[in-house]
């Protein structure tokens, strides 16, 4: 791999856990893989829309803050 590809190598102690872009994650995941990713999604959204249904508050991040926060259903954010 080259420096300008976008896939990032987080190195711990004991392993390395790649981060793959979207549009290609077919180059690095099998199809079993790609399909239980997808399952996975998936079940986060159906959990975080019946969390919004049952007007549960929410833990979300924003990107542009880098910051955690925790959104209630009146709208109103804390910060964690």
Same mark, same amino acid.
């Given at each position: 791999? *080259?420096?300008?590809?976008?896939? /990032?190598?987080?190195?711990?102690? +004991?392993? /390395?856990?790649?981060?793959?872009?979207?549009? =290609?994650? =077919?180059?690095?995941? *099998? !199809?079993? !893989?790609? =399909?239980?990713? &997808?399952? @996975? *999604?998936?079940?986060?959204?159906? @959990? &975080? /829309?019946?969390?919004?249904?049952?007007?549960?508050?929410? @833990?979300?991040?924003? +990107?542009?803050?880098?910051?955690?926060?925790?959104?209630?259903? *009146?709208?109103?954010?804390? /910060?964690?």
């Amino acid at each position: 791999m *080259s420096k300008g590809e976008i896939m /990032n190598e987080i190195k711990k102690k +004991k392993y /390395n856990i790649k981060v793959v872009n979207p549009a =290609e994650r =077919e180059q690095y995941i *099998s !199809d079993n !893989d790609m =399909e239980m990713d &997808l399952r @996975a *999604s998936a079940a986060v959204k159906a @959990a &975080l /829309n019946k969390a919004e249904i049952c007007k549960k508050p929410i @833990a979300k991040y924003d +990107k542009e803050k880098k910051k955690a926060y925790v959104e209630y259903p *009146s709208g109103r954010r804390v /910060n964690v």
